[in-house]
């Protein structure tokens, strides 16, 4: 059973970052892509940025593009969503998720293994 631990989260100003941090517990698969998604309240949960198994391939949302990056560390079994220049419209809970699989895909019904989420405030 894969685990997924978020952590990161916070309270930031409009144009702030953060780095959000994901650490999987079973990273000896190398066949696992990760996907960062994000549930507003009232919203749908939708796919931010997903990364392949080899880190090679990575999706960004058109909402993120420029500004989000993904990246993975298969040695500290840890992938990052670094969020810079943070709008309002960034809050909400985010989640990292894990499916077998070596093609990259960033819908969230195509992914078995969820973390608990970790809060994204933006405010002024």
């Known amino acids: 059973q894969v685990q997924l631990v978020e952590s990161g989260g916070g309270l930031v100003q409009p144009g702030g970052s953060l780095r959000l941090s994901c650490a999987v517990s079973?990273?000896?698969?190398?066949?696992?892509?990760i996907g960062w998604f994000r549930q507003a309240p009232g919203k749908e949960r939708e796919g931010v940025s997903c990364?392949?198994?080899?880190?090679?391939?990575?999706h960004y949302a058109d909402s993120v593009k420029g500004r989000f990056t993904i990246s993975r560390d298969n040695a500290k079994n840890t992938v990052y969503l670094q969020i810079n220049s943070l709008k309002l419209e960034d809050t909400a809970v985010y989640y990292c998720?894990?499916?077998?699989?070596?093609?990259?895909?960033?819908?969230?019904?195509?992914?078995?293994?969820w973390g608990q989420g970790t809060q994204v405030t933006v405010s002024s």
């Open positions: 079973d990273f000896t698969r190398d066949d696992f892509a």
């Open positions: 998720a894990a499916r077998a699989g070596i093609e990259l895909e960033c819908r969230p019904w195509r992914y078995a293994y």
């Open positions: 990364i392949s198994s080899s880190g090679d391939n990575t």
